[in-house]
C-alpha cells in the first residue's frame, strides 16, 4: 500500500508560478513510474506530466515547456513546478505513482488561475 498526500495548490494570477508536492509514504521502495494528472470540471482526468524511476519524463503537448516534474526519491516526494499559468491549467490536480502495477492516487489539489 502507497499513501500520498498533495500540498501547494491555490489561486495564482494569470503567468503566475506554483509549485505542487506529492509525499509518498507506506510501500515506496516498489514505486516505479510517478506523475501528475488533472481534471477539470467536467472534463475527464488528462495527464499533465509522468517521470519514471529512472529519469525519464513526459509532459503533455499543452504544459511543455512550462511545467517541470521532478522527484527526490530520498524524501519519497514528487514535485511540479508550474511556470506561465494559463486559465485553462485551472484543475485539481492529482498524483499518481504506480507500485507493482497498481495505480494509487492523491486526494487532489486546486489549483485556479485567475486572468
Known amino acids: 500500500q502507497v499513501y500520498l498526500v498533495e500540498s501547494g495548490g491555490g489561486l495564482v494570477q494569470t503567468g503566475g508560478s506554483l509549485r505542487l508536492s506529492c509525499a509518498a509514504s507506506?510501500?515506496?521502495?516498489?514505486?516505479?513510474?510517478m506523475g501528475w494528472y488533472r481534471q477539470a470540471p467536467g472534463k475527464q482526468r488528462e495527464l499533465v506530466a509522468v517521470i519514471t524511476s529512472g529519469g525519464s519524463t513526459n509532459y503533455a503537448d499543452s504544459v511543455q515547456g512550462r511545467f517541470t516534474i521532478s522527484r527526490d526519491s530520498a524524501k519519497n516526494t514528487l514535485y511540479l513546478r508550474m511556470n506561465s499559468l494559463k486559465p485553462e491549467d485551472t484543475a485539481v490536480y492529482y498524483c499518481n505513482v504506480k507500485s507493482l502495477f497498481i495505480n494509487y492516487w492523491g486526494q487532489g489539489t486546486q489549483v485556479t488561475v485567475s486572468s
Open positions: 507506506g510501500s515506496v521502495a516498489s514505486i516505479n513510474t
